[in-house]
């Protein structure tokens, strides 16, 4: 699978602590092979701020006499919808969950959104916007023209603007309710993304390296310009990536609503958690995705086979890798998870394309993997 310049998978050289390889965007190993993420880790040793802290932080508005407590964002997948359990069962709240609805949620998402609401007895809405929908066509259009690991992240462009309208608007909406609560457990590298074009520590410095990447591979690629809006909702969407010191924009971005994110304070327990979503809600993964982790959404697995074409690994890989950090997975059972769930179908690909209108052959089997920038 692996393009012009890229290793194949078996060939990677891994972290020999956790698994990462050695094309890692930002890393780097010592001397007896552990690499960079691995050590800061163990420099912070990052721990869930408890779940007696969740429920002291969530007490001021229990039992408040409204019809709701709080808000819920109610992605579908695992960790949210576990959230959503927590809240209900253990905190004993009262919730009014909202789903965005971007387009690309699978059926079995829906499914699961439906079930968790019914069986908890929670009020849910759903709001949708398009934004995502409009851009990812030409996204795709324009990356297989030059492909780029950095660019992967557009895929899902106009997902997070949109989610921030949204949410900003149903908070006006509901400005009555003080909080609102999501669940996002994920023990990921949050700069992975970002890594492809700077791993600065300085604010500045990051914005300014990753403008000047990005702005470097648009003029790789003119096709990204084709329609021009493409690179406009870019640097709108940045905006809310990457705040700058602006009152007006500031003031864009900030909800009336405090976020508790649930995930935040519980420790990480796949085995817990998939026991209560399938043995009490009925939760189920995409039927496409061989692993749980973002299987709410199409695009994170479109993403993940972009990432593996051009560099022989995925997201997974990172998010492996913190499972075994926290000791809750060896090394020899991340290898073999990794291998599982980096397995992607090609029928995936060819059901996504036909979803927005790229013939495949034409799409897929024509990209220019020979002007990779790896």
């Known amino acids: 699978m692996g393009s012009a310049g890229s290793p194949a998978p078996a060939a990677l050289t891994r972290c020999t602590r956790c698994i990462l390889p050695e094309n890692h965007p930002g890393l780097t ?14 420099r912070q040793r990052p721990k869930p701020r408890g779940e007696e802290a969740l429920a002291r932080d969530v007490e001021p508005y229990r039992n408040s006499g409204r019809k709701y407590d709080c808000a819920f964002g ?11 359990y927590h809240a209900v069962k253990v905190l004993k709240l009262k919730p009014l969950a909202f789903t965005v609805d971007q387009g690309f949620i699978p059926d079995e998402t829906w499914a699961n959104i439906e079930n ?3 069986i908890l007895g929670v009020d849910h809405f759903r709001v ?3 934004l995502t929908e409009r851009s990812i066509k030409p996204m795709i259009k324009a990356w297989v023209r030059r492909p780029s690991p950095g660019m992967v992240t557009f895929m899902c462009l106009g997902c997070r603007l ?5 949410v900003q608007k149903i908070s006006h909406q509901y400005s009555e309710l003080p909080i609102c609560l999501t669940g996002n457990g994920e023990p990921q590298e949050e700069e992975f993304a970002r890594s492809f074009y700077t791993t600065s520590s300085s604010r500045m410095r990051a914005v300014a390296e990753l403008a000047c990447g990005i702005g470097m ?16 909702r870019m640097f709108i969407e940045g905006m809310y990536v990457f705040p700058p010191p602006i009152e007006f924009i500031r003031k864009r971005v900030r909800m009336r609503w405090k976020n508790i994110d649930v995930m935040r304070y519980l420790p990480y327990d796949e085995e817990k958690l998939e ?3 399938q043995g009490e809600l009925g939760w189920k993964r995409y039927h496409h995705a061989a692993a749980g982790w973002r299987s709410d959404c199409k695009i994170p697995l479109l993403k993940n086979l972009m990432y593996k074409k051009l560099l022989g690994f995925t997201r997974h890989d990172g998010l492996i890798s913190g499972v075994i950090r926290r000791g809750l997975l060896t090394r020899e059972e991340g290898l073999a998870r ?19 209108g790229l013939p495949y052959e034409e799409t897929w089997g024509r990209a220019r993997w020979d002007r990779a920038r790896i």
Do not use: M
């Open 29 to 42: 190993f010592d001397a007896e092979g552990v690499c960079s993420q691995c050590h800061a880790h163990d």
């Open 74 to 84: 109610l992605s579908g997948g695992r960790d949210s919808t576990y959230s959503l």
């Open 116 to 118: 968790a609401t019914r």
């Open 128 to 130: 949708k916007h398009d």
């Open 162 to 166: 949109g989610l921030y309208q949204t």
């Open 217 to 232: 591979d648009l003029l790789r690629n003119p096709r990204y310009f084709l329609p021009p809006s493409l690179p406009w």
């Open 275 to 277: 026991r209560i979503l």
């Open 338 to 356: 990794v291998a599982r769930d980096n397995d992607i179908p090609d029928e995936f690909l060819k059901e996504f394309l036909a979803e927005i």
